[in-house]
């Protein structure tokens, strides 16, 4: 059931683990079937090396099990949270990467300070508030917080990106980290720069209208 997204969720872990995002268990990926509604994402505390497609839990938006045999990830209240409230969003992706996460820890916005940040998340990434995971709170919190951005960072927790589609997700969280540490590689040598909303807006809609085949 649903092969080709479990293929995909189960690439996109691989890819977070290859880019040293995520460590040990931590972190994980979710895909929604539009036709079904019906989500792919990771059994709850396996480490990557042990992850196969076959091993990844399909739920309902409900969070009923319909196929696996393991526990989904303690996160999947969240990721149903954001996907029964944000219709357009096709997948989640949560990690702890070290630089995103360093932001949460002090509990800031990471600023656009360079243009590619400009283009691809069209704004700073925000910070929801600290909130602890198991019902639907930090779902909540995302979904209030997150406008239309691709990216937040959870206060004293970690980043989650979303996208319509499992590799526009994929590439925010890689994209997220990059940025995050270049800002904090910045910060050495002076105060980063913020980039004007005005050129913001005019460098996400080139990106959005041009770039690309
Ligand atoms: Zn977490």
């Not at 683990?17 to 460590?23: F, S, T």
């Not at 931590?26 to 990557?48: E, F, H, M, Q």
């Not at 739920?59 to 526990?71: A, C, H, T, Y």
């Not at 219709?87 to 800031?108: E, L, M, N, Q, W």
């Amino acid at each position: 059931m649903l092969e080709n997204l479990k293929e995909e969720v189960y690439k996109a872990h691989m890819n977070l683990w290859k880019n040293r995002l995520v460590m040990w268990t931590s972190g994980n990926v979710s895909g929604r079937d539009p036709k079904t509604d019906l989500v792919v994402i990771k059994p709850s505390g396996v480490s990557y090396d042990k992850l196969s497609p076959d091993n990844l839990v399909i739920v309902d938006l409900n969070g009923k099990i319909i196929e696996g045999q393991l526990r989904p990830s303690v996160d999947t209240t969240t990721h149903l949270y954001i996907y029964k409230h944000m219709p357009d969003v096709i997948s989640v992706i949560h990690t702890h990467s070290i630089y995103a996460s360093a932001f949460a820890a002090i509990g800031k916005p990471i600023p656009v300070c360079l243009t590619a940040m400009a283009d691809f998340f069209g704004g700073d990434i925000p910070v929801g508030g600290l909130v602890l995971i198991g019902e639907e709170e930090i779902g909540k919190e995302i979904v209030r917080k997150i406008g239309n951005l691709k990216a937040i960072i959870m206060k004293n927790h970690g980043p989650f990106t979303i996208g319509k589609s499992v590799s526009e997700a994929l590439k925010a969280a890689i994209f997220l980290e990059e940025s995050a540490r270049t800002l904090i590689m910045a910060k050495i040598l002076g105060e980063p720069q913020s980039i004007p909303e005005s050129i913001v807006n005019k460098l996400h809609k080139n990106y959005i209208e041009k770039y690309g085949q």
